[in-house]
């Protein structure tokens, strides 16, 4: 296991404050966390709350996001970014800011490709409180279940994760999907490196597309996803549960909610994707 | 039934341009649609998307929410608001954008309270496709049901809608709640003005909280609050469902699913609020 820090995930993290703009940071994304070609939708929210964290751990210790929404505006390349935050309101025990993500198009203008609206709190202050508790989804272990690595091509970022599938909702890999919009399976970084906030907001757009099993193939770009993370995750491997109750006018909501390893509901997510138009 | 135009609550959504800044719009929030002395969260979207539509309906054609994230940042009172609206990106078939509210404080300071963005787009030009549909709700018919505004006092809001909660989630009514956290219900305005994605925005906020079925009483503030509008609603009572999977830490999201007369699935939300601390 390696430990934070020394982590692929904790090299992609890192941001350039620039000394002149206390508002601006610098990125450089590599080409290790793209999923056909782009940087991975959710590679790129973790690398925007990072921005935001800095800013609202230093403004109002208030490093965690509780619920961060993004709007993708433009796909991002492999290559320099830079992140311009904003503390719109500093509260108690949440505040709320905005970060953007821009990327230079071809002829070095800069482009806006990301926004998101975020509350920011402190998860090591949260009660010991449940009052209604979502059951972790059941399935096979790790083991048991199908790693994702060996049948995706061309998709960098399945060197970086450790995804396995529960065979339940892995039937559109040999052609036989159940019918049912779901998707399930285990999560960790390949080099096993701990789980964190910043991490959730990764895991949570990691699993193939609901729609797969539904027998419906092709890409479904994300227009909007809204995370929330419920709690600081135990070490050890995640558990992921995705499903799609309604697909129509050629848009899907997907959700997903992520249990730690010692089953606390730890993240969920809502996005709204354009449909695959086949 | 009222026609569009005239009813409470399109004169509730009238905004003044400002002839000198395109980026402005002034509104009056009237004391009707305030819930325990302040403005509504679910109207406060409404008016806050309707200043957006404004915008991007001139600028790409683009009328109706798609998507909108809201974040709650501190109470709006009846009186004089202004909003600030930006066009983020112009797309093709969608356009995203950013919505602010402001109301002066006590010393005429602005503040701003609540802070969106959204992407609009033009339902009418949805594709006939349904994929995955999300059955509606069961209940029993309106008449069958449990009118809310006979129960709850001081709540003004509940004198412009006509709320009929299913008689299995109101145990909490008669202090005998299921244990299950859950809301469901039929919506419409009192004038019965047809629903549009503006009024589903609204409805998306109304029921009783879901906590109450699960024996818990108190407030909930919204932090974030994301709809999804999936079609536009046929004339008629809107079935909506609310459910809460997880309430842990003092945190607690709220779904909510509308059906429209004719079975479709037309809006969908998530929000995440703060537990009530009894």
């Known amino acids: 296991m ?4 020394g982590s692929a995930f904790d090299i992609g993290m890192r941001l350039a404050a620039d000394p002149a ?3 601006r940071f610098d990125a450089q994304l590599d080409g290790a ?14 690398v925007a709350a990072h921005a935001l964290s800095t800013l609202l751990a230093r403004v109002a210790r208030h490093p965690d996001p509780f619920s961060i929404s993004a709007y993708y505006l433009a796909p991002v390349r492999p290559g320099p970014v830079w992140l311009r935050v904003e503390a719109i309101r500093i509260g108690r025990s949440v505040s709320t800011g905005s970060v953007s993500v821009f990327q230079a198009d071809e002829n070095g203008l800069a482009v806006e490709r990301l926004r998101a609206l975020a509350s920011f709190g402190d998860l090591a202050r ?10 972790p989804a059941r399935l096979p272990t790790p083991p048991q279940c199908v790693p994702l690595t060996s049948f995706v091509a061309g998709t960098e970022l399945f060197s970086q994760v450790d995804v396995r599938l529960d065979p339940a909702a892995a039937g559109w890999l040999s052609g036989r999907p159940s019918g049912e919009a779901f998707s399930r399976g285990w999560f960790r970084l390949a080099d096993a490196r701990p789980a964190d906030p910043l991490l959730l907001l990764l895991a949570l757009d990691c699993l193939p597309a609901t729609l797969f099993e539904a027998g ?4 479904a770009p994300t227009l909007e996803l809204t995370a929330h993370i ?8 995640l558990t992921i549960s995705q499903s799609t109750r309604n697909s129509s006018g ?3 909501e997907e959700d997903a909610e992520i249990w730690d390893s ?9 996005q709204l994707a354009r449909a695959p138009r086949s």
Request: glycine share 16%; charged share 15%.
């Open 2 to 5: 390696v430990e934070a820090g």
């Open 21 to 23: 703009d206390s508002a």
């Open 33 to 46: 966390w793209t999923f056909g070609g782009v940087i991975h939708g959710g590679y790129l929210l973790a």
């Open 126 to 135: 949260l009660s010991d409180e449940r009052r209604v508790v979502a059951p």
């Open 216 to 219: 419906v193939s092709g890409y």
């Open 230 to 237: 419920r709690a600081r995750p135990s070490p050890g491997w």
């Open 250 to 252: 050629g848009y899907l």
């Open 262 to 270: 010692s089953g606390h509901l730890v993240a969920q997510s809502r």
